[in-house]
């Protein structure tokens, strides 16, 4: 069966500090891959998404990049954090050619 | 582009009471879906409704996917302390899914 991980679970990080979350997939192969950002009580905000190795599509302009190493390994990067990159951000995957999408647990980030 | 636009934004219901809540698209989809996000969690897929018309059940929740294909429903009988939680539909748009912003249960007992 194919689980979806993320790390860490929860994360404070001062202002101007750089950030590092990974995303993995087991259990599938070349998998649609997610990052999403969710606000406190809010919607799920799409950043970025992925169809392939290193094939990216950002649909924010902002702080955040990602990138994609390997097939089931998706990273979302900062250079330097802001107050407003706080929220709860979530990893999903969907099988190519299907809508349904499987999320992650989640890294909730504070930045302080 | 594409919107898609849920109501009401919060409900808060007694345990017992029936709840729905509505879903509306800017644009013809192809399908639409539902997820559930507890308080805390992460949100998971319930449901894809694929037919004009289409009516799904799971126990006490039935989903409709409207004849135009761009609006549905999520309506729960009798809800439960256990449905609490946030409940959001989404639309295809290329690869990706435009989420709408949810509506939050919250069943007092």
């Known amino acids: 069966s194919q689980t979806i991980h993320q790390w860490p679970a929860t994360l404070v990080q001062p202002v101007g500090s750089p950030l590092s979350l990974e995303c993995t997939v087991e259990?599938?192969?070349?998998?649609?891959l997610y990052w999403y950002r969710q606000a406190a009580g809010r919607g799920l905000q799409l950043l970025f998404y992925?169809?392939?190795?290193?094939?990216i599509s950002s649909e924010v302009p902002q702080n955040l990049s990602a990138s994609r190493p390997q097939d089931r390994q998706f990273i979302l990067s900062s250079k330097k954090l802001l107050l407003s990159d706080s929220g709860f951000y979530l990893c999903?995957?969907?099988?190519?050619?299907?809508?349904?999408?499987?999320f992650g647990p989640g890294t909730r980030l504070t930045v302080t | 582009g594409q919107q898609v636009m849920q109501i009401p934004q919060y409900q808060h219901v007694q345990e017992g009471e029936d709840f729905t809540t509505y879903c509306n698209s800017s644009?013809?989809?192809?399908?639409i879906q539902w997820y559930k996000q507890r308080p805390g969690g992460h949100p998971v897929f319930l449901i894809q409704?694929?037919?004009?018309?289409e009516v799904k059940k799971q126990k006490r929740l039935t989903f409709q996917f409207g004849e135009a294909k761009k609006n549905s429903s999520l309506h729960i009988t009798a809800t439960q302390t256990t449905d609490v939680g946030t409940y959001f539909c989404?639309?295809?748009?290329?690869?990706?899914?435009?989420f709408g912003k949810g509506t939050s249960l919250l069943v007092t007992p």
């Open positions: 999903a995957w969907s099988v190519p050619g299907t809508y349904e999408q499987y």
């Open positions: 259990g599938t192969s070349n998998p649609n």
């Open positions: 992925s169809v392939g190795i290193g094939q």
């Open positions: 644009t013809t989809l192809s399908n």
């Open positions: 409704l694929v037919k004009s018309g």
């Open positions: 989404a639309g295809p748009t290329g690869y990706a899914l435009n």
